[in-house]
């Protein structure tokens, strides 16, 4: 999605005839439509469409008021996002104990290195409360005694704080898609582990009982399917022999912060795409690091490889077969 293109979504019930009444009211106005996608998931129909609006025969008010007023005709909930309201991000973190992620985030911000506003601090217990007032910003706690959130609270907060990114700086809940798809290519997590492997619950516990000797974080998109979105950015880091889990946590939580962190500044200055489930930086995305370091991949061993034996016995020297 790029940031001159005019964001549009439609959540509901699905329906016939929902898309042909939406695209005809696109049309009718002289929008021209660049892509669209849809998913249906437990009932909950999506539709996301990337649109041109410089050619409108009306106003961007009155295109959103006419797709509101449809919304409401159809029973369905429809967000307008013109490339003019994307001028100043607003950022929700969502938290639940853990503060690493949520301090290198405010840090960022506080050094105006974000390029972006961090609007609220978003939680389903209160620990952290006193981190985002020390920060200035507003914190909402959306959870109950147990700490399970609720999700119509969740989406009133983050509409009313106009977000424009979701940031999930070790909240410990699933989001559903009632949530997701509100915000799909919006919402950026941060794993403890390098996905594919060990998604779900207590990865570094699952990196440990499995014996890998390198573990690592995952910053990706969120979508309906746990831990499985568009891989951004990711760090590794050695497991001693006698490391237990806690050793795992204190050597890993440095990177889960970095990561996410360049994630989020990535998304921000629209310098990743994604296609067919893989990111990849546009061609003027300069200075990230998604993966290894530049000394780590060095290090690597670059032969043998398949071939190189075979050309060496025929032309008698590895400098030789180079040029085959």
Partial sequence: MTTDLTEITV?????????????????????????????VRDGLFRMTMSVDTTGMVCTDATLRSDLHDLGDELGVDVQVRFP???????????????????????EAWANG???????VVIGNHDDLQPLAEQYGVPFHDIGDGKGQPDEGELLDVLAEYDTDLIVLARYMRILSPNVVFRYEDRIINIHPSLLPAFPGAKAYRQAKEEGVRIAGVTAHYVTTDLDQGPIIT??????PDDAIVDDLKRRGQPLEADALLEAVKLHLEDSVSVH????????????????????ASEANPDRPLDGIGEAVAENGSVEESADD
Avoid: M, P, W
């Avoid at 019930?13 to 998913?39: K, P, S, Y």
């Avoid at 290195?113 to 609007?119: E, Q």
């Avoid at 990711?234 to 497991?239: H, K, L, M, P």
């Fill in 113 to 119: 290195d974000l390029g972006a506003d961090i609007g």
């Fill in 234 to 239: 990711q760090r590794a880091f050695d497991v």
């Fill in 276 to 295: 067919r489930g893989r990111t990849s930086l546009r061609d003027e995305a300069e200075g990230y690091q998604l993966g290894l370091t530049d000394a």
């Fill in 84 to 106: 003019t309201d994307r001028e100043t991000q607003q950022i929700a973190v969502l938290v639940t104990k853990e503060s690493h992620c949520l301090e290198a985030l405010f």
């Fill in 11 to 39: 959540i509901g019930d699905d329906d016939t005839g929902l898309i042909a009444r939406v695209t005809t009211l696109l049309f009718e106005r002289g929008a021209n439509i660049e892509d669209l996608d849809q998913a």
